[in-house]
T-cell receptor
Framework: EDQVTQSPEALRLQEGESSSLNCSYT??????LFWYRQDPGKGPEFLFT???AGEEKEKERLKATLTKKESFLHITAPKPEDSATYLC????????????FGAGTRLAVHP | GAGVSQSPSNKVTEKGKDVELRCDPI?????LYWYRQSLGQGLEFLIY????????KSGLPSDRFSAERTGGSVSTLTIQRTQQEDSAVYLC?????????????FGPGTRLTVL
């Protein structure tokens, strides 16, 4: 059975305090792994896609990495505006990008 | 339009009533997805449409749920005889634009409350 686990469930950081979010997955036929950001009351906003182990992508203070069993979202020197829920979603094979979402990590960055 | 739009943004209904939720995908996107997000839960896949192909309905939780996509564009998700456990945010996504590859872009969602 396809499973995605994100940890921690919630994370509180001080502004400037770097940390990492974890996404562990067990899926059949990984086609890629997607990271999204979701603000309260809004739909998920696309951040990154990673396709193969060892791949890294960066955007501002965020860097996503991928191994065969996990993905990490590293947040460097976060700011309060980085506060959101971060969702990880492996895409499994089956003719299209079927995404299996984790429950997310709620990040709160305090000044 | 510039992004995926959904209507209504909020819907309150009584148990047993039918509801219709609408999704307008990004212009030119051929694939459309519906998800459900319950409080504190991850997004749960409901249904997938691709062009004129038969949809993948494998995620629909019961036969009270149905969806259609007219003319390869707008989609409507219908929930018949609503139950309190149907209360959730229903999200629509589209993909397949010329430059976007397989990335799914989400709308703002419809928050459904069943009393």
């Amino acid at each position: 059975e396809d499973q995605v686990t994100q940890s921690p469930e919630a994370l509180r950081l001080q502004e400037g305090e770097s940390s990492s979010l974890n996404c562990s997955y067990t899926v059949s036929g990984l086609r890629g792994l997607f990271w999204y950001r979701q603000d309260p009351g809004k739909g998920p906003e696309f951040l990154f896609t990673l396709y193969s182990a060892g791949e890294e992508k960066e955007k501002e203070r965020l860097k996503a990495t991928l191994t065969k069993k996990e993905s990490f979202l590293h947040i460097t020197a976060p700011k309060p505006e980085d506060s959101a829920t971060y969702l990880c979603a492996p895409a499994i094979s089956g003719g299209y990008n079927k995404l299996i979402f984790g429950a997310g990590t709620r990040l709160a960055v305090h000044p | 339009g510039a992004g995926v739009s959904q209507s209504p943004s909020n819907k309150v209904t009584e148990k047993g009533k039918d509801v219709e939720l609408r999704c307008d995908p990004i212009s030119g996107h051929t694939a459309l997805y519906w998800y459900r997000q319950s409080l504190g839960q991850g997004l749960e896949f409901l249904i997938y449409f691709q062009g004129n192909s038969a949809p993948d309905k494998s995620g629909l939780p019961s036969d009270r749920f149905s969806a259609e996509r007219t003319g390869g564009s707008v989609s409507t998700l219908t929930i018949q005889r609503t139950q309190q456990e149907d209360s959730a945010v229903y999200l629509c996504a589209s993909s397949g634009g010329e430059l976007a590859g397989d990335t799914q872009y989400f709308g703002p969602g419809t928050r459904l409350t069943v009393l």
